[in-house]
């Protein structure tokens, strides 16, 4: 068993690197254009744009692999912590852009999307990758076929997301500054945060950064000790830190965050926000204007339909909704009548679920009936992604409720 | 929704959907130059296609143009009702609400999972402050169930099916009865249209490539009608139908004996009514085991205590008279709940190694000897317990929270074994009489009645587990799924195909061509690529024009 988790984690490492170097060659079939090459800048595109598809495709199986070994090395479908859950999700992502592409094969997609996958695995790989048995309240068969049918319909959603963030970039007028300018650079900002988060985290293991708060309960009396493995900006409320030197802390988390590691939790977002403004301040300043605008003049070249991009999304969008329907609605409410003896109970995981379900609805409808088309739905799209990953990490990692995976 | 009247019986109406009404020629209805009347609303002529707007740019094709009730000038306050919910601009704003709502409503916990047991009032403003207190004064630690949640999501509901009503109809009409246009002004306003030279029998070409690719084809007045993937326009329609019965099939746990749901927790042995229902549960062993190394996929990630099941092992009574009859016994386990003629009884709690009983030693002074022992439960103490040696013991009085009020008379401040205290008289040889004494938790009874013969020492604990079972019938659920089944239904069929229809007439030597779709312009225009490329007539892609959507 131990080998087959082993030869799982070595087949998503490749997966991984594979997705990296997919990335690059999309990179170069839009920007090699420029460069002189045989056949022209089309058959440019093309020849690297099918390069592109052929090394994610690979990653895929590689990523599939990972899937089959670890659900046989674990005994169950990976989808019952962060970690599996997470890189499930760059799974369907990667498999939505695979069968998204052969419907519209634009390479800019691939440029889009596969990125998506990259930082997802990334950041699966930030919480705890060992395998554990399940707990009671996950042994059931519907835990496979809620969890994983839900991550397929967020995969789809996840390139509806990318395609319009690419309409955005292409379609917002960069030369005036505007509310959506603004809002362009948002999501490039809050883009970075996450990265910024992913690679703090893994630089702060690297250098075994540890330190340690203890608080005494007030109801119990007993003490209660938080490790930080970032440094601690922010301490849990009415906690002293124990480890000695090193920077004190300059704030108190609120009282009323509660839960388990509060405290914590408030220190790595307001620290992955901070990381994400150092990262968009230094590549503002590397491009002397707003990365909205660098984009766009960047895109230029790869003279994209701006109506096949928005079609994409809706695509994308209209391919997901069944299929997360069917997932986080359907078959949550059987699952959750059988374990817990009622269909729905406004969990806030479920919850959760509902707000993006009716989001999308929205989307649907303002669309088809309301006629928003262009930028007005490409930036639904991206909001209902946001809303996607708000439910699996905030709601995960912050409120409390019968689904957090802890 | 605005209205615009350019002279007293013209209008030029937009619809909430901002779909440019025709000009309404008098209140019976718009006659086309070809001579046809169509009924007031109407944007494309029934008969041969003609747009009825002075407009130039694409054609609207929802409902190909058909009236909708809703379009009608209101009359009657009906009338109003029905153009107010049949808006889907009315019912994104609902579910707009509902979604700012139910995000309002995660921010702090709700009371069902509040986890603690003070009272709403109280837990709110002493957790989170003001925040707290603002959020419970507004309702929103109770929001899921609050009336206007509520009638919000019926109202959503009542839309759902005017809404329904108000297009099905039209567009059942419109696609029951094809059409062949024959207007030329049909076929430019598509958003896909092309004109092309083309031979002599390029149509029956056409013809041939067509029902290769499964087109079903009419005919006539010189005008070629090829068209597929119809069902998908019936989708949306059979999952918004889903969505209403979804809301009845939540709706039938109103009905009185549908629904039930309650709790019961039973202690190892233990018998005890099933809340709710004629039937009696006893618990004959509850069992928590836990993972060990071996069932760890990876040793290394061993730690111990990991919870591997909970499962209690139950006989369910029914009562006859005053016999409990066996009606059934199995094991509820978590995700496996113990089912018997539509009552679950689901594990839902676990109290391992809780206090159930004190076991005393009955001690005698005089010999200076124990007598024996006994087991007093604090949840159903004995009436009677043998001692051994000839004695027994009397529970004359339990206090499971034992207070003195003024007067200094004992009482229980609540049923909880919070500090349990017992009266027993021991009755035996050489106290035929009885001797009473006090036995209370932590205290020894020596110091409260030094002067009794008897005294009564803790020789232990009797700890126990108990299981707590939640109490479910839901007789609304095989109708939830099915009602689910059609919603997902309707959604794969609204988007899992894809209503085509290409519209060929020949005009002199030109074959004019225009296609729809309700989705997927580009697969359209592939399909048209392909299909004139089977028939040997070459399409270029550039040649098809194709009306922008977009700016
Ligand atoms: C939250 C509940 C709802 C869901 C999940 C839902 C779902 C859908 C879906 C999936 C479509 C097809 C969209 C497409 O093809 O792109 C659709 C179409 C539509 N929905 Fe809804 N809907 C909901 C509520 C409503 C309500 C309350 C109304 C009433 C105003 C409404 C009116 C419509 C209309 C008019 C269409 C267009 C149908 C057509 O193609 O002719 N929907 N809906």
């Known amino acids: ?406 | 929704m605005k209205l615009n009247v350019t002279s007293d019986r013209m209008q030029l109406n937009v619809t909430s959907e901002g779909i440019p009404l025709t000009e309404r020629r008098g209140l019976d209805g718009v006659k086309c130059p070809c001579g046809h009347v169509n009924p007031p609303g109407t944007l494309i002529c029934e008969a041969c296609g003609r747009p009825l707007d002075d407009d130039d740019g694409l054609l609207n094709m929802r409902y190909e143009g058909a009236a909708r009730r809703s379009q009608q000038k209101p009359r009657t306050i009906v009338d109003h009702l029905w153009r107010f919910f049949a808006s889907v601009k009315v019912a994104v704003w609902m579910i707009v609400i509902a979604l700012i709502a139910s995000i309002i409503g995660t921010i702090l916990p709700q009371e069902q999972f509040k986890q603690s047991s003070l009272p709403p009032e109280i837990f709110y403003p002493q957790t989170y402050g003001l925040i707290g207190e603002i959020y419970y004064r507004l309702g929103f630690h109770n929001l899921y169930y609050s009336w206007w949640f509520i009638a919000l999501l019926l109202m959503i509901g009542i839309s759902l099916v005017v809404c329904s009503i108000d297009r099905a109809v039209p567009l059942y009409k419109a696609l029951k009865k094809k059409r062949l246009p024959t207007d030329p002004g049909f076929f430019r306003r598509q958003r896909l249209f092309a004109a092309v030279e083309a031979p002599e029998d390029a149509v029956d070409r056409l013809r041939a490539a067509f029902a290769r690719r499964r087109f079903q084809l009419t005919e006539g007045k010189g005008t070629l009608l090829a068209e597929k993937g119809r069902i998908s326009r019936w989708g949306p329609y059979v999952n918004h139908v889903g969505l209403i019965l979804l809301i009845l099939a939540f709706m039938l746990r109103l009905i009185p004996g549908f629904y039930l749901d309650d709790y019961v927790w039973v202690w190892d042995g233990e018998t005890r009514a099933v809340p709710g229902t004629p039937y009696y549960v006893k618990n004959e062993r509850f069992d928590v085991t836990f993972y060990t190394e071996a069932d760890f996929p990876d040793p290394k990630a061993f730690r111990p205590g990991i919870v591997k099941e909970y499962a209690t092992h139950l006989v369910l009574y029914r009562k006859d008279g005053d016999r409990l009859v066996e009606v059934a016994r199995g094991t509820t386990r978590v995700n496996h709940p113990f089912e018997y003629e539509g009552l679950y009884l689901y594990q839902s709690g676990e109290q391992v190694g809780e206090l159930y009983g004190l076991v005393l030693d009955v001690w005698d002074k005089q010999k200076n000897a124990s007598v024996g022992q006994i087991h007093l439960s604090l949840y159903d103490p004995p009436e009677v317990v043998d001692a051994g040696g000839g004695y027994r013991v009397r529970v004359l009085e339990y206090y499971p929270d034992l207070r003195i009020n003024e007067k200094g008379e004992p009482y229980s401040e609540s049923p909880r074994p919070n500090r349990p205290a017992f009266i027993l008289e021991i009755t035996g040889p050489g106290v035929e009489a009885g001797e009473k004494n006090w036995v209370i938790a932590g205290v020894d009874s020596d110091t409260i009645l030094p002067d009794k013969r008897f005294k009564y020492k803790l020789a232990g604990f009797d700890l126990r587990n108990r299981s707590g079972l939640s109490v479910r019938i839901d007789r609304g659920l095989p109708a939830v799924y099915a009602a689910s089944a059609i919603v997902v239904l309707g959604l794969f069929m609204g988007f899992y195909f894809q209503h085509r229809r290409i519209w060929i007439r020949r005009e002199g030597g030109t074959l004019l061509v225009a296609a729809h779709t309700n989705k997927n312009w580009f697969g359209l225009k592939k399909e048209l690529v392909g299909l004139f490329r089977e028939a040997g007539l070459p399409l270029d892609e550039a040649a098809i024009e194709q009306r922008r959507k977009t700016r």
């Open chain 1, 1 to 406: 068993m131990t080998s087959m988790l082993q030869m799982a984690s070595a087949a998503l490492l490749v997966a991984f690197a594979l997705y990296v170097v997919g990335t690059v060659l999309y990179f170069f079939s839009i920007t090699g254009r420029m460069m002189r090459g045989a056949g022209g800048p089309v058959v440019h595109a093309r020849r690297f744009g099918e390069r592109g598809y052929l090394v994610v495709l690979v990653g895929w199986l590689f990523q599939l692999a990972f899937v089959v070994l670890r659900w046989i090395g674990s005994g169950h479908a990976p989808t019952s912590n962060m970690f599996e859950f997470m890189s499930f999700l760059a799974f369907s992502v990667v498999l939505a852009f695979l069968v998204v592409y052969r419907l519209y094969p634009i390479a800019l997609l691939g440029l889009f999307t596969v990125p998506v996958a990259v930082v997802l695995i990334a950041y699966a790989s930030v919480f705890s990758t060992q395998a554990t048995p399940l707990i009671p309240a996950l042994q059931s068969y519907w835990l496979y076929i809620h969890v994983t049918v839900a991550a397929l319909g967020e995969g789809a959603f996840a390139v509806g997301f990318a395609a319009g963030l690419m309409y955005l970039l292409v379609a917002v007028r960069q030369d005036r500054r505007s509310l959506e300018t603004a809002l362009v650079e948002t999501v490039l900002w809050a883009i970075l945060s996450l990265v910024a988060f992913i690679v703090m985290t893994f630089a702060f293991r690297a250098a075994g950064h540890e330190v340690v708060f203890e608080r005494v309960v007030p109801d119990t009396g007993m003490k209660e000790t938080t490790v930080y493995t970032l440094p601690a900006l922010i301490k849990p409320h009415g906690a002293e830190k124990v480890t000695p030197g090193g920077l004190e802390p300059l704030f108190e988390t609120p009282a009323w965050m509660r839960g388990v590691n509060a405290g914590r939790k408030f220190n790595t977002f307001v620290l992955s926000l901070l990381g994400g403004t150092v990262l968009y301040g230094l590549l503002r300043l590397a491009a002397r204007e707003r990365l909205g605008k660098r984009i766009q003049a960047w895109l230029q070249g790869a003279d994209l339909d701006l109506d096949l991009v928005d079609e994409i999304s809706y695509r994308a969008i209209a391919i997901g909704f069944p299929i997360f329907t069917l997932g986080a609605l359907v078959f949550a409410m059987i699952w959750a009548a059988e374990a817990w003896g009622r269909p729905w109970g406004w969990d806030p995981k479920e919850t959760w679920a509902f707000i993006t379900w009716l989001f999308y609805a929205a989307y649907l409808h303002l669309r088809l009936s309301v006629g928003w088309h262009g930028k007005k739905s490409a930036w639904l799209a991206v909001l209902g992604f946001v809303i996607v990953m708000t439910n699996l990490v905030v709601i995960n990692l912050v409120l409390v409720g019968l689904h957090s995976y802890a």
